[in-house]
């Protein structure tokens, strides 16, 4: 028998949050999955594996600008559930990329593109961001990308 998809491995645990009790974790995953489905219905058919991945991802980064806006508002038992919210939907993210990784994402799109001044950096974030596919931060890509091309 072949291992499950993610949406198949999502199903089980939103069952198991339930018999658990679990009402944060199963607030989490219900929320996923309706983003899921969401999402299957934007593009009309259904979700691989990458995509929902990029789907936990664009969740993942949702939660974390919650919390820095409840910590803002010291708001901290928000921020906390949001940090567990994130942490119960994180096994469904792609793993990010690490800093060299990133480094080496944009060396190789400043050589494809041939990008050598300011003006070029919108090129140069497609082409990180294509690659990278949710496993980067874009923030932390153009701050990069701006400090090489001296912008």
């Known amino acids: 028998m072949s291992d499950p998809t993610l949406k198949e491995r999502l199903a089980g645990e939103v069952r198991e949050a339930l018999r658990g009790g679990d009402r944060v974790r199963l607030g989490a995953l219900r929320l996923l999955s309706a983003s899921i489905t969401n999402r299957e219905k934007e593009l009309r058919h259904e979700l691989s594996d990458d995509e929902v991945r990029e789907v936990a991802a664009k969740e993942i980064k949702r939660r974390g600008e919650s919390i820095e806006a409840?910590?803002?508002?010291?708001?901290?038992?928000?921020?906390?559930?949001?940090?567990?919210?994130?942490e119960a939907i994180a096994?469904?993210?792609?793993?990010?990329?690490?800093?060299?990784a990133v480094d080496g994402l944009i060396d190789e799109a400043l050589a494809a593109t041939g990008a050598s001044e300011p003006n070029d950096l919108g090129r140069v974030m497609g082409y990180v961001m294509g690659k990278a596919r949710g496993r980067v931060d874009g923030g932390v890509?153009?701050?990069?990308?701006r400090s090489r091309l001296g912008g």
């Open 70 to 86: 409840f910590e803002g508002a010291g708001r901290s038992e928000l921020a906390d559930r949001e940090r567990a919210e994130r």
């Open 91 to 100: 096994d469904y993210a792609p793993e990010m990329l690490s800093e060299t």
């Open 141 to 145: 890509v153009q701050v990069r990308v």
